[in-house]
Structures are given as structure tokens and as C-alpha cells.
């Protein structure tokens, strides 16, 4: 079937769901280009159809055969498959970018509980608290996925996790990485509850990161840039298994972007294991 009209119904919403009110209300959310739409596909997710350029328009593009690729895997799940005229494509594509290639894809649950069946005895879990920009959701995700770590929590987050941004900043790590969705006060009594240590990113009383032991199962907690993480992470409660850790600052600047943090820390825990 194609798709000529953008007043077609199902391209009608699709628009709707570039808005994060409807992505939250219906669990649903859009997927731009091969590499991400394929890291998507692989990694489980249910599509409920596609929009594709015809044929002869795929060909121009330099990925036309993977997106091929693609096709043949996403039939033979019969997942439906509209092809749309250019117009249509446009309308429904991410900012300039269009790879002829748009999903419509089912959000997972992302639970705490489901979390914990999938980490290994000792695990290495980042945890972001509170971040309001969805390109920094998206590049802590990838920093997260190079250092190999087992799971990401999103705690109290501002931004939905599948904001075309997040997902084009991942690289659509997102998809690959085990996610759990959580209130901070969820995730701390879940850390806890599970003998997880935290390496809290805290300029009060904080130690270097390097003095951490991130060989015992640890997640290592980071805060949005303005205010960092919220006071319930200096909760005596919780003062047992959270362990203020910092990073040096020796120029002018008071912070790093939370993703070259994250990276910095990811990193060191992975390979001092």
C-alpha cells in the first residue's frame, strides 16, 4: 500500500506521537533511520508497522541495502509495511534527517523488578537522576554501552526515554541496554534491597572516584548538571551503601556535561574490575 496523503490516518499518528504526551499515554514511540530501527528490531522491541520510501526512491540512498536487509527481517515478522511518497516521509521524519525509514514501536516495560532478573551476580549499573535534556539521556546511554555496563536506571527523570533526540544521541543503545524506569525514592529502596553500593557523584564530602571499590556490585548515581543529585541521596537511611565520590576540577569550570562524566566514571569502574 502507498501512502500519498498526509492526512492518512496513520500518518496523522504517527506525527502525534513526535509529542511526549502521547508517547506516555499510549506507550508508543517513533524510531528514525537503519542503524537505530535495526538495534531496535534486534533487540526485541514490537513494531506495530513501518513507513518506507518505494523501492526505486530507496535506491539513491547509501543505505539502501541494509535498509533492504531490513524489509526482508521486518516481513517475515509480519510487521506491516507502508511505503509513503516523499512528502509523507518528510512529514513524519525527525528533524532533517531521513533515511527512509520511520517505525512505529511499542514501549517495553521498564520495571525494577524485571531489572533485577537480568543483572549478573555483581553488577555494574548507572543510574541518572533527574536529567530534563533528552541528547544527554541519550549520550550517557552510549558512554554506558561502550564502558559495557549491565543496566542503566532512569530515576525521577524530566524527559521520556524515547524523545527522538535520546534515541539519535544513543545511537540506539537505548534499545539495547536493560532499562528500569523509577521514582529516586523506588530506586534507592531498591538498591538497598538488593545489597547494590553506590557511587554517588557528591562535591560534599566526596572522595576521589579512584578510591571507590567498584569490584563489589555497584551503580554508580549521577544528577542533572544544575542541581546534581537530589538530597535523598544524602539520607542518613541510606548512608550505609552510598559513597559520595567526585571528579578533580582543575580549571575554572565547577562541572563537566553529565555524558563526559559518565563516561569518565563508567569507564574507570569497568576496567579496574
Not at 532478573?117 to 541518572?128: A, F, Q, T, V
Request: proline share 5%.
Amino acid at each position: 500500500m502507498l501512502i500519498t496523503s498526509v492526512s492518512n490516518p496513520h500518518i496523522k499518528y504517527a506525527v502525534r506521537l513526535r509529542e511526549s504526551r502521547q508517547r506516555r499515554r499510549d506507550h508508543c514511540f517513533l524510531v528514525d533511520g537503519v542503524r537505530e530501527t535495526t538495534r531496535a528490531f534486534v533487540s526485541g522491541y514490537k513494531f506495530r508497522e513501518v513507513y518506507v520510501l518505494p523501492e526505486e526512491e530507496r535506491q539513491a540512498s547509501r543505505h539502501f541495502n541494509d535498509l533492504n536487509a531490513l524489509l526482508i527481517r521486518l516481513r517475515e515478522k509480519n510487521v506491516t509495511v507502508f511505503e509513503t511518497s516523499s512528502a509523507v516521509a518528510e512529514k513524519i521524519a525527525f528533524g532533517n534527517r531521513h533515511e527512509g525509514i520511520v517505525a512505529l514501536v511499542e514501549e517495553p516495560q521498564h520495571t525494577l523488578d524485571a531489572l533485577a532478573s537480568r543483572l549478573p551476580e555483581c553488577p555494574l549499573i548507572g543510574i541518572i537522576e533527574g536529567i530534563e535534556k533528552p541528547g544527554n539521556t541519550g549520550a550517557v546511554y552510549r558512554s554506558a554501552d561502550g564502558a559495557g555496563l549491565d543496566a542503566m536506571i532512569l530515576a525521577a527523570p524530566e524527559t521520556d526515554l524515547y524523545n527522538p533526540n535520546a534515541i539519535r544521541a544513543s545511537l540506539g543503545t537505548i534499545f539495547h541496554m536493560p532499562t528500569a524506569i523509577a521514582s529516586t525514592a523506588e530506586t534507592l529502596d531498591w538498591l538497598k534491597r538488593h545489597e547494590i553500593q553506590v557511587a554517588a557523584a557528591l562535591c560534599d564530602h566526596a572522595a576521589p572516584y579512584q578510591d571507590y571499590d567498584y569490584r563489589q556490585p555497584t551503580a554508580i548515581a549521577l544528577g542533572c548538571e544544575a542541581d546534581g543529585l537530589s538530597e535523598r541521596w544524602r539520607d542518613q537511611a541510606y548512608r550505609e551503601f552510598i559513597h559520595p565520590v567526585r571528579l578533580p576540577m582543575l580549571g575554572i569550570a565547577d562541572s563537566l556535561n553529565i555524558s563526559n562524566a559518565a563516561a569518565v566514571l563508567f569507564y574507570h569502574a569497568r576496567f579496574v574490575r
